[in-house]
């Protein structure tokens, strides 16, 4: 995208903005990275990102139609923020989209992953093969990332539509 059209292209309406922020906020929490075991690296932050984003995209999937724009802005939310964060790391052009590409993938896989996990499959496999991308990491740091995931969904499920609207994960 060149600068002309990132410069005049609308912005995010404000509630993708306040539940992107959201989600920002609780990826960055430090006990992702020390209790959790999840790498303190740009690749770790983007799959502490895509695990947050995944559970609200995954309740606001259960709002239906109320939620769909929501939904929809969020990712485009998401996107842009790779697309910037690819771009603020000197990857040109020619590469950028092709990389968001696979980011988004990466979210729709996580999506997937996460809903099966979260419905009764092997959340600590799902984690272990998209948060951790397999790296070998301690039992019990694991253990931490089902507990906070499972807290997370939790929480995210006794709030309103409109709690989520306004950044309250």
Same mark, same amino acid.
């Given at each position: ?32 990275? +020390?209790? $959790?075991?999840?790498? #303190?690296?740009?690749? =770790?932050?983007?799959? %502490?990102? !895509? @695990?947050?984003?995944? *559970? ?53 896989? +996580?999506? $997937?992953?996460?809903? #099966?996990?979260?419905? =009764?499959?092997?959340? %600590?496999? !799902? @984690?272990?093969?998209? *948060? ?38």
């Amino acid at each position: 995208m060149t600068f002309l059209a990132r410069l005049f292209r609308p912005h995010s309406p404000p509630a993708a903005d306040a539940v992107y922020a959201a989600i920002v906020a609780a990826a960055r929490d430090p006990g992702w990275y +020390r209790a $959790g075991g999840v790498a #303190d690296t740009i690749d =770790g932050r983007f799959d %502490a990102v !895509a @695990l947050v984003a995944a *559970l609200v995209l995954l309740r606001l999937e259960r709002e239906g139609d109320p939620a769909r724009q929501l939904s929809a802005d969020l990712t485009d939310r998401f996107i842009a923020d790779m697309d910037g964060s690819l771009r603020e790391r000197g990857i040109g052009d020619p590469t950028v989209g092709k990389q968001v590409g696979h980011m988004i993938a990466a979210l729709g896989g +996580r999506l $997937g992953a996460y809903r #099966d996990a979260l419905a =009764g499959g092997d959340l %600590a496999a !799902a @984690l272990r093969r998209n *948060l951790y991308r397999g790296a070998t990491v301690d039992p019990a740091a694991v253990d931490w990332s089902v507990r906070r995931v499972r807290a997370l969904a939790d929480a995210l499920a006794r709030r309103s539509l409109a709690d989520i609207e306004d950044g309250r994960l």
